[in-house]
């Protein structure tokens, strides 16, 4: 089975931090996933990186950053954390080899900005 | 642009009994739709995932129907159960394809009644 990790289920920060999310897949999946989720608005795509050290941006990058140095490992860096960043994150992967390109989620992280 | 719509936004049903959910998709463009399950406070899980060739998909009391012409899938969940109480979500994933990236529906809140 696939598994996505997540880092933290529940981190709570001050506006200004700096916070570090970071995800990892076992599968060996080229692409992975940054997205968040807020009542009422649903599912947005962060950041998206289709390999190593590539990345692109999605629906609403403004405040984010990201990093992928392994295959395994897809990082969500919020340079200057603020409350209208407190939201539930999740992380997503999938292949791209064959027809089947299912994408698996991670358990999310629940952060709060205070 | 792909916008993805869920009706209704929650159902309430007694045990036992067979329910549709809808899902419908602007542009019919799609490489495939995928359906998840979400429990609150958690990360999604896969249930079914139909490409843009197929018509359906089964997975145990789960069917999951496409119609790309007409911009429309349904999830059938056969002889409901409250272990089914949960968050269903469909997303669809563009032809011209953006790295994979999903299209999410705002959901449908299901809740059955023992």
């Known amino acids: 089975d696939v598994k996505v990790t997540q880092s933290s289920r529940y981190l709570v920060k001050r506006t200004g931090e700096k916070v570090f999310l970071e995800c990892v897949q076992d599968?060996?999946?080229?692409?992975m996933f940054w997205y968040r989720q807020d009542p009422g608005l649903g599912l947005r795509l962060i950041y998206f990186?289709?390999?190593?050290?590539?990345?692109e941006k999605g629906d609403i990058p403004e405040g984010y950053s990201v990093s992928r140095e392994k295959k395994e490992r897809f990082s969500l860096i919020l340079e200057s954390a603020s409350t209208n960043q407190t939201s539930m994150y999740l992380c997503?992967?999938?292949?791209?080899?064959?027809?089947?390109?299912?994408?698996?989620f991670g358990p999310g992280t629940r952060l709060t900005v205070t | 642009k792909q916008e993805v719509t869920q009706i209704p936004a929650a159902l309430s049903v007694p045990e036992g009994e067979n329910l549709v959910l809808n899902c419908s998709f602007t542009?019919?463009?799609?490489?495939?739709l995928q359906w998840f399950r979400q429990d609150p406070g958690k990360g999604l899980t896969s249930l079914l995932l139909i490409q843009s060739s197929q018509r359906e998909q089964t997975s145990g009391r789960l069917n999951a129907s496409l119609d790309k012409s007409s911009g429309r899938s349904t999830l059938y969940i056969a002889a409901s159960q409250p272990g089914d109480s949960a968050t269903y979500l469909c997303?669809?994933?563009?032809?011209?394809?953006?790295?994979?990236?999903?299209?999410f529906g705002q959901g449908t809140e299901l809740s059955v009644k023992p």
């Open positions: 990186s289709y390999d190593v050290k590539m990345k």
């Open positions: 997303a669809v994933g563009g032809l011209y394809n953006q790295g994979g990236k999903l299209i």
């Open positions: 599968m060996d999946h080229e692409n």
């Open positions: 997503a992967s999938r292949t791209t080899g064959g027809a089947i390109r299912e994408q698996y």
């Open positions: 542009d019919s463009a799609i490489y495939n």
